[in-house]
């Protein structure tokens, strides 16, 4: 009874495994791979606890292959040796079957150790990441593997095994369970995805009944062991990527529910520095110039959550992500430094003209003497036409009024200053 019950409730066939219908319902592309026998070279992508280790388990158990397990993170060159040392061998009739897990954490060098006996078909790899393949895997690996992406559990199927697993304690163990309406779903929720934190949900609530062989579960119960939900959050992998991706988009996109969403998602994780700079950067670059005092506004804002800290910072940072989302939308300031930004990377720029640059006095050998700069100020309207770029770009155009009211209202004050028809 010491082996965990995640372990005793892992699934041992395909139809077992809870979500990744996307992969392995009927009729797909993986399965039908699998039901072949005939397995490639495969790189499982994903979070933890959605079955990745599990298929792997079943694989090596359908193709009958001697399955070999290294964990990128302490396995090391002579760890591939004395697994390459097992090859043609009573002990690997069939060849081998590697789950390398954590793939990421292998060096170029220990990942091309690999190649020859990949190649060869002599072993054949089931790598598993949670990092992007595309990323992380060097391109010899990758060429030589196909990917499959294995995508959070929803928390319906997590309830499945979570029931599963009541069952299975409540028969090991003689322990009577009475579920309160709902808790199975708040425990599958509270798991975040990862099958395996749901069933381990399960496996503490039987340890914290001591010699109780009847447990009431309630909501308050799971909220006090399971605190809150055990939400995918870290700062140097994909997820933290996505979920600032998704905040700015929606606020982008105008959609306030959304972004407040995201907004709790990084507040939750307690990531309130990338929250403020996505938000200040969304101000800037996505509303900019059809709402000016934007900006001030959401440094305000800003300020104020830093200064309160969590979680107070919520209720500034929710008033401006709002604002941000609700306002009209410009990108024209955007587009116009890029387009300046490009000119510069690809050498399009020049000599200052003499009218604008900060010195008083020519040399010899300048035939028209004398800067020339008119100065706008003592001009009707404080304008005056005159070259400000440099002659070789004299007639680059960067910025472009925006549709909106406050950019359309500044353009119709300049054509008329200007006498543009």
Not at 147 to 154: L, N, P
Not at 253 to 273: K, N, Q, T, W
Request: aromatic share 8%; glycine share 6%; hydrophobic share 35%.
């Amino acid at each position: 009874m010491s082996t965990p019950l995640a372990d005793r409730l892992r699934p041992t066939s395909l139809d077992e495994i809870v979500g990744q219908e996307h992969l392995l319902g009927k009729g797909k592309t993986l399965r039908k791979i699998i039901e072949s026998g005939i397995i490639p070279n495969l790189i499982f992508y994903g979070p933890s606890g959605t079955g990745k280790t599990t298929l792997a388990n079943i694989i090596a158990t359908q193709t009958n292959r001697t399955l070999y397990k290294l964990n990128a993170t302490n396995a090391s060159i002579s760890d591939i040796k004395d697994m390459v040392s097992d090859l043609d061998t009573l002990m690997t009739p069939n060849g081998i079957l590697l789950y390398l897990d954590e793939i990421q954490y292998f060096n170029k060098k220990q990942q091309q150790s690999l190649l020859e006996y990949l190649e060869s078909g002599q072993i054949t790899m089931i790598a598993s990441t949670t990092e992007n393949p595309y990323f992380y895997v060097y391109n010899a690996i990758l060429s030589r593997c196909s990917v499959f992406e294995f995508k959070e559990v929803s928390p319906e199927n997590i309830e499945k095994a979570v029931l599963r697993a009541f069952d299975i304690v409540s028969k090991e163990l003689g322990i009577k369970f009475s579920l309160e309406d709902g808790v199975s779903l708040q425990i599958a929720r509270a798991a975040g995805g990862d099958v395996r934190k749901g069933i381990n949900t399960v496996e503490l609530i039987s340890l914290a009944a001591g010699t109780n062989k009847k447990i009431k579960v309630t909501t308050e119960l799971i909220t006090e062991l399971c605190g809150h939900t055990a939400m995918r959050y870290d700062k140097a992998d994909d997820d933290h990527y996505d979920i600032l991706s998704a905040y700015q988009k929606s606020m982008r996109g105008s959609d306030p529910d959304a972004a407040l969403h995201y907004l709790a998602r990084l507040l939750e994780a307690g990531d309130l520095i990338s929250a403020i700079r996505r938000l200040l950067i969304c101000a800037c670059e996505d509303v900019g110039l059809a709402y000016p005092q934007i900006i001030p506004i959401v440094k305000s804002a800003c300020d104020i959550a830093l200064q309160v800290g969590l979680p107070e910072a919520q209720i500034p940072l929710a008033n401006a992500v709002i604002l941000v989302a609700t306002s009209p939308k410009s990108n024209s300031a955007y587009l116009g430094i890029k387009s300046a930004m490009d000119d510069i990377a690809s050498g399009k720029s020049g000599p200052i003209p003499r009218t604008l640059q900060n010195k008083h006095f020519d040399g010899e050998d300048n035939q028209s003497k004398g800067q020339f700069y008119e100065y706008p100020h003592t001009y009707p309207n404080h304008w005056i036409a005159q070259q400000y770029l440099p002659d070789a770009i004299k007639n680059a155009k960067y910025y472009e009024y925006g549709k909106n009211k406050f950019e359309q209202a500044t353009k119709a004050y300049w054509d008329t200053i200007k006498d543009k028809k």
